[in-house]
């Protein structure tokens, strides 16, 4: 019984000093407005430098940089995103892997004919404007309109939702993609 109470007691000291020793390990992966907002300014300066990219040493310069944004920016190494670009026809609407996702950023991939790289349209501004933010722990929703501006100065507003998530490292990630052009009567 002796021997029981001693190792006991040791435990419980070397414990304590573990404790005391350290600050407390705190893990928050609850995503902020400020990422939010931060990420959607991101993801505008990104399809902006893939474009750069392109105009500067071509497409397989931009193809590159768009492999890294969507290894930086999206989940795909999680899991299928949720992506629905704007500019997309039936059977391939939907995008949930990162082959999708280049190929509608940069083209050139035979299994999506109809893709001709959204990133490559010549854009010299993107602006995200934000209507609601959803947060919710570790994910976030945003919704607003997304305004790209042309190098002829043209302006093309889409309607866009983002989902996020952080992974592991506490990076935050697209999850969800959904972008559409807004309605206009007839």
Same mark, same amino acid.
């Given at each position: 019984?002796?021997?029981?109470?001693?190792?006991?007691?040791?435990l419980?000291?070397?414990?304590?000093?573990?404790?005391?020793?350290?600050?407390?390990?705190?893990?928050?992966?609850?995503?902020?407005?400020?990422?939010?907002?931060?990420?959607?300014? #991101?993801?505008?300066?990104?399809?902006?430098?893939?474009?750069a990219?392109?105009?500067?040493?071509?497409?397989?310069?931009?193809?590159?940089?768009?492999?890294?944004?969507?290894?930086?920016?999206?989940?795909?190494?999680?899991?299928?995103?949720?992506?629905?670009?704007?500019?997309?026809?039936?059977?391939?609407?939907?995008?949930?892997?990162? #082959?999708?996702?280049?190929?509608?950023?940069? !083209? !050139?991939?035979?299994?999506?004919?109809?893709?001709t790289?959204?990133?490559?349209?010549?854009?010299k501004?993107?602006?995200?404007v934000?209507?609601?933010?959803?947060?919710? !722990?570790?994910? #976030?929703?945003?919704?607003?309109?997304?305004?790209?501006?042309?190098?002829?100065?043209?302006?093309?507003?889409?309607?866009?939702?983002?989902?996020?998530?952080?992974?592991?490292?506490?990076?935050?990630?697209?999850?969800?993609h959904?972008?559409s052009?807004?309605?206009?009567?007839?």
């Amino acid at each position: 019984m002796k021997v029981k109470l001693v190792a006991l007691t040791a435990l419980v000291a070397l414990t304590s000093n573990i404790a005391n020793a350290n600050e407390p390990i705190v893990v928050n992966q609850a995503v902020t407005e400020k990422e939010a907002l931060t990420a959607q300014q #991101a993801w505008c300066a990104a399809l902006l430098d893939i474009n750069a990219a392109y105009e500067k040493d071509g497409k397989v310069a931009a193809r590159a940089l768009a492999e890294k944004v969507i290894d930086s920016a999206y989940a795909y190494q999680m899991g299928a995103v949720l992506f629905k670009p704007t500019l997309t026809v039936n059977p391939q609407t939907f995008r949930p892997t990162r #082959a999708g996702a280049l190929s509608y950023f940069v !083209g !050139g991939d035979p299994s999506f004919p109809a893709d001709t790289g959204f990133a490559l349209k010549g854009w010299k501004k993107c602006e995200p404007v934000t209507s609601a933010i959803f947060l919710d !722990g570790n994910s #976030a929703i945003t919704m607003g309109k997304v305004h790209f501006t042309d190098k002829n100065g043209k302006v093309t507003t889409v309607d866009k939702t983002w989902g996020y998530v952080k992974d592991d490292a506490g990076n935050l990630r697209i999850n969800l993609h959904h972008s559409s052009l807004e309605y206009q009567p007839k």
